[in-house]
């Protein structure tokens, strides 16, 4: 047996304060092909980077000294306030992510469409999601096994058997893996807290949604034993025959699920309400206490196997945008009628990467298990199902009233957002290895940087997800990844009178220069992580014993930098973007995009002989010029261009002016 899972947190060294010079370099050089085309604006930039390096030490000790304070890190409480909890924003789209798993081959019993979709329909290859309105065996079935092997998981994280993570850097920090389980978020206005306490990760149960309806499942026994798949499938039908039961006389409860995907003022005012009623706030803790969520939809995709509308019920449910989730659980399991099964997780807590370990872990355990037709039999002598239906009961009018306030604001969003599973089989980091010679995130990120140029004809502040892992509680880093070697690049690519030996080299730099921003920002040297602490420092940390008091022009420096026009726009990512690790089961990864205009969020995977993107922008008219479908098709062009770029230039035809 190996070292403990935790066995080497103790040995990780703490996030670093990188130096404050190279911090405003960094951030100096970051801004330049953003605006090189405004010379007034890039010198105005440079003289506000200048008067704060004169005034900025005295925030710099500041950090120094509050990171003295905390116990793991500077960064880990301001960034879980003000990356997340402070959010108000829905978190349905906007900050929960969502995947898809890869089907059974062998799943039985499943619905068809009325009229299935056929290759040669418009709508074939976007799919379409339909409601069934009835529950399936083998849906049942398939949610018992994840349910089974996902507990399987938190065992191997509460006993230590989860081997640690280790890259190059060395071991990685692996308290990420215990957040997964017994946490949620609890709206508060203005701020939400989360909560995860000895009574939540030793609970026995899980929460199951129908029809916006909440039951709690006890997994394990009253001695501790987990239940067999048997008990298990028939508390699941237990609970169906209840839900549809309760439909059919009209006696569901109110939709509060919904008020969790929707802006959190507005739930926090709804959750206090409901807090007041002793039954409602039982069932609000019930809902806390359990490990995870898992939705049964009845909902399911054509054509059957369809990725994109797999996608769409994961991200906000296909028919009933917003419905039958409970947002704020960390980790939540969907199933639809034909046992097609996604997640999605509440972001706060841990990044996407830890759960998608565990996604991938478990959808591999699952896959080894044929799931034969016909029910099993409770395996428990004399077992009698238990369903413990969890009400929200005597549900006020204003209640009521925000409820239908949130079905209407998630459809909005539901209607407003476009999202798209591109999986490109043309290569992948195979021949990006040995036909490109470059590393295969740069060349990905290099392709979608010029995907992006091509189609709006300007750069997109880029933000690519680092990991810190290698630090004690370290979470994510921002890679600033347009770069002047990069816009360099883009202008190779679309000048015509450039030869192919030119873009190639042009494409080599660029990609080196992106690997070095990428070692920068998961050793800790960054940009954007220390520059929140030095405005931390200044708004919130108070002044050190013997500091000098600051003078209005010293307040001036400090607050032109924050306020400068260039870093608002620097971080107002267009593309916003996050590689995974290779994986055949996650064949669907997706969040929203973050900004306004033009903008798309982009997860990838690059496995040996193929990449796959999701895709997530605003339509047209909501994101004012973004354009997923044409990003899709502009993307795909790009990666064969720059594959038949870096195979000339490696041939006799490298010095030839191309003809792309």
Request: charged share 25%; glycine share 8%; with cysteine.
């Amino acid at each position: 047996m190996g070292p403990h899972t935790l066995s080497e947190q103790g040995k990780l060294p703490r996030l670093p304060i990188p130096a404050l010079n190279q911090t405003v370099d960094r951030y100096l050089e970051s801004v330049g092909p953003l605006l090189a085309g405004d010379k007034a604006a890039l010198a105005e930039t440079q003289r506000r980077a200048s008067a704060f390096l004169k005034v900025a030490d005295r925030l710099q000790q500041r950090l120094v000294s509050y990171d003295a304070t905390q116990e793991s890190s500077w960064l880990e409480a301001w960034w879980l306030e003000l990356a997340y909890l402070s959010w108000r924003e829905g978190l349905c789209i906007n900050s929960n992510y969502w995947l898809t798993i890869a089907d059974d081959p062998n799943a039985y019993g499943l619905a068809t469409a009325p009229k299935p979709l056929l290759p040669s329909d418009e709508g074939y290859s976007a799919g379409k999601v339909w409601e069934s309105n009835e529950y399936s065996e083998f849906q049942v079935r398939r949610a018992v096994r994840f349910i089974q092997r996902t507990l399987d998981f938190k065992e191997l994280v509460d006993e230590g058997r989860l081997p640690i993570d280790r890259t190059k850097a060395g071991p990685q920090c692996m308290r990420q893996y215990t957040c997964i389980f017994g946490m949620t978020r609890i709206p508060r206005m203005g701020c939400d807290q989360l909560r995860q306490d000895k009574t939540t990760m030793s609970s026995r149960t899980i929460i199951l949604i129908l029809k916006d309806q909440l039951y709690s499942v006890d997994v394990y026994d009253s001695a501790g034993h987990r239940k067999p798949n048997g008990d298990l499938e028939s508390e699941l039908h237990t609970i169906i025959a209840d839900v549809v039961m309760r439909a059919d006389q009209g006696e569901l409860d109110p939709a509060i699920p919904v008020l969790t995907a929707g802006h959190r003022d507005r739930w926090s005012a709804a959750y206090a309400e409901l807090e007041k009623q002793p039954a409602n706030h039982a069932t609000l803790a019930a809902i806390q206490e359990a490990l995870f969520a898992v939705s049964l939809d009845t909902t399911y995709s054509d054509p059957f196997g369809s990725i994109n509308a797999h996608q769409q019920n994961m991200k906000c449910h296909g028919t009933e945008p917003g419905h039958n989730r409970w947002y704020d659980k960390c980790a939540s399991y969907i199933v639809d009628r034909n046992g097609t099964v996604g997640y999605v997780g509440e972001h706060s807590p841990c990044d996407a990467l830890i759960p998608a370990f565990m996604i991938e872990h478990v959808s591999k355990a699952v896959a080894g298990e044929r799931i034969e037709r016909g029910l099993l039999i409770p395996e428990t002598p004399s077992y009698q199902p238990h369903v413990r239906r969890l009400r929200f009961t005597d549900v006020g009018a204003s209640v009521l009233d925000m409820v239908r306030e949130a079905e209407a604001e998630v459809g909005r969003a539901a209607s407003e957002s476009c999202s798209r599973q591109i999986r490109f089989e043309g290569f992948g980091s195979e021949w990006i290895k040995k036909g490109a010679a470059i590393g295969p995130d740069a060349f990905a990120q290099m392709a979608l940087q010029l995907t992006y140029y091509r189609m709006h004809g300007e750069f997109a502040p880029v933000y690519e997800t680092a990991s810190t892992r290698q630090f004690l509680h370290g979470r994510t880093e921002t890679v600033r990844s347009l770069t002047s070697e990069g816009a360099e690049f883009m202008r190779a690519m679309c000048d015509p009178t450039s030869t192919v030996l030119g873009r190639y080299q042009a494409l080599v730099r660029a990609a080196k220069k992106h690997q070095t921003m990428l070692r920068n920002a998961s050793s800790g040297q960054g940009v954007d992580r220390h520059i929140l602490g030095l405005r931390m420092a200044y708004l919130r940390v108070a002044p050190l014993p013997g500091e000098s008091a600051m003078s209005e022009q010293e307040k001036r420096a400090i607050d032109e930098f924050f306020g400068d026009p260039a870093l608002a726009r620097s971080t107002t990512f267009q593309l916003s973007t996050s590689g995974l690790f290779p994986s055949y089961y996650l064949t669907h990864t997706g969040f929203g995009c973050v900004a306004p205009e033009r903008a798309y969020g982009t997860n990838y995977i690059i496995e040996s002989k193929r990449i796959k993107f999701g895709i997530e922008g605003k339509t047209r008219d909501a994101g004012k010029g973004t354009d997923v479908e044409l990003f899709e098709a502009t993307l795909r062009q790009t990666l064969w261009e720059l594959k038949l770029v870096c195979e000339q230039a490696n041939s006799g035809s490298a010095g030839k002016h191309s003809h792309l």
